[in-house]
């Protein structure tokens, strides 16, 4: 009994351990979303608040473009040197963009050279972030314990979410102290400085992390061999790619893109926005496992299907419902609906992903379609749903942009499941 105790302790620990990085990378891409506006009249100023706030997204989204070259490069560190290098790796990549979004003074300082910074250290922070999912859930799933598997990798998810709640804390105490002139100026910068001063604990905790017993043992792929086998399952890759397209548009919507839209869209105040942040991270944490252990006793593909078809029915109508009438009170159950789904789908969808990819280039091959997913749609969810709401008028349009994710999560769930690859 005591032995088993102490595995189970080792075990957690171990989760805590890989996930902890994992909790950064998402906490930086958070506070960006927070406080967007805010970035956008420090480095982008413009002929209005809207086009400022469109130039900071599209840098938010520019992020997201250099992930599929980190997870080809970083992905295939990671397969040829082990799990716990390319941690480490990403890790301290992820700390320097961090560090450079910081301290770069604002334009009215250094003038054309902010933004390029900043959009430098953005691009760090994408290159860095496309091998971070993939190295932290192949880490979980080799680690799992028979039956579990599930379980263990939706933690990778769940550490994002514990960067949604301290974000959102960290939000509803600055809004407490600071005025809105004085976050606007310079409060947004203290966010991202915690970060930095997180980084230190991260690697020391990190340091720790031993090599999965699954890698230790397994003969390791040259280059040339990781390379001809992402372009013999190309074809799995880009499903895997769909699969993955539900989780980040549905992500990204529910808490990046929240605070902007509670507050430029629909008008409501700012406490009440970051708590509807809190309450929807806090929602994702719960989700998100009992997804997970769900689908090991259900099986990966009943969960998949039916957290598509039913964000594909219900999207666009609870996001016309909140729009009627704006106000907390719905912006927190329409959201709350939504990270239901979006927590019981990734719970299932992280693991089958990292399942469906062969061995030797599972980090590699989860990661490019982890990364081409939140580059192509995801990562551009808040910046889309910006210029859809400019362009029409339709203040519920982001529900539309979820629906189509959701109908690709739909088509690759099931064509999957007719490849035998989703036995249940």
């Not at 930086?28 to 900071?56: K, N, R, T």
């Not at 799992?144 to 933690?155: E, I, L």
Request: aromatic share 10%.
């Amino acid at each position: 009994m005591r032995t088993s105790e102490k595995s189970r302790g080792e075990q957690a620990k171990a989760v805590l351990r890989v996930a902890s990085g994992n909790f950064l990378e998402m906490y930086d891409f958070i506070v960006y979303g927070y406080y967007a506006a805010a970035i956008g009249h420090s480095f982008f100023p413009g002929d209005s608040d809207f086009a400022s706030l469109l130039a900071s997204l599209a840098t938010f989204g520019a992020g997201f473009l250099m992930r599929p070259l980190g997870a080809l490069v970083l992905g295939t560190f990671t397969d040829r040197h082990g799990r716990r290098a390319g941690l480490l790796v990403t890790l301290g990549l992820m700390g320097l963009g961090t560090l450079t979004l910081a301290l770069t003074p604002g334009y009215g300082t250094i003038g054309v050279l902010a933004p390029v910074i900043v959009l430098l250290g953005r691009l760090l922070q994408g290159f860095s972030a496309g091998a971070e999912l993939g190295g932290v859930s192949v880490y979980l799933s080799e680690m799992a314990t028979p039956g579990n598997k599930g379980f263990y990798v939706s933690w990778q998810s769940g550490s994002q979410q514990v960067a949604v709640v301290f974000t959102a804390l960290v939000g509803v105490a600055l809004t407490a102290l600071l005025e809105p002139a004085a976050m606007d100026a310079w409060g947004w910068r203290i966010p991202l400085l915690i970060g930095c001063l997180i980084v230190p604990l991260l690697f020391w905790i990190r340091r720790s992390l031993t090599e999965t017993e699954e890698f230790a043992r397994r003969a390791q792929p040259s280059v040339p061999q990781i390379l001809a086998s992402l372009r013999r399952n190309a074809g799995l890759i880009l499903l895997g790619m769909m699969l993955v397209t539900m989780t980040t548009v549905s992500f990204y919507l529910i808490t990046a893109y929240t605070p902007t839209y509670g507050r430029q869209v629909l008008h409501l105040g700012s406490s009440e926005v970051l708590v509807v942040t809190l309450c929807v991270g806090l929602s994702n944490l719960v989700w998100l496992p009992v997804g997970g252990a769900l689908s090991d006793r259900i099986g990966r593909f009943p969960l998949l299907a039916a957290c598509c078809t039913l964000a594909l029915l219900t999207a666009y109508p609870a996001m016309s419902w909140l729009v009627g009438a704006p106000s907390f009170a719905r912006l927190l159950l329409s959201l709350l609906w939504l990270s239901c789904l979006y927590g019981l789908y990734n719970g299932a969808m992280v693991v089958c992903l990292t399942e469906i990819m062969p061995a030797e280039v599972r980090t590699t091959g989860f990661s490019l379609a982890y990364s081409l997913a939140t580059a192509l749609f995801g990562g551009f969810t808040p910046l889309i749903c910006t210029w859809l709401i400019g362009e029409t008028g339709n203040r519920a349009i982001p529900g539309l942009w979820l629906s189509l994710a959701a109908l690709l999560g739909l088509v690759a769930t099931l064509v999957l499941r007719r490849q035998g690859r989703l036995a249940r």
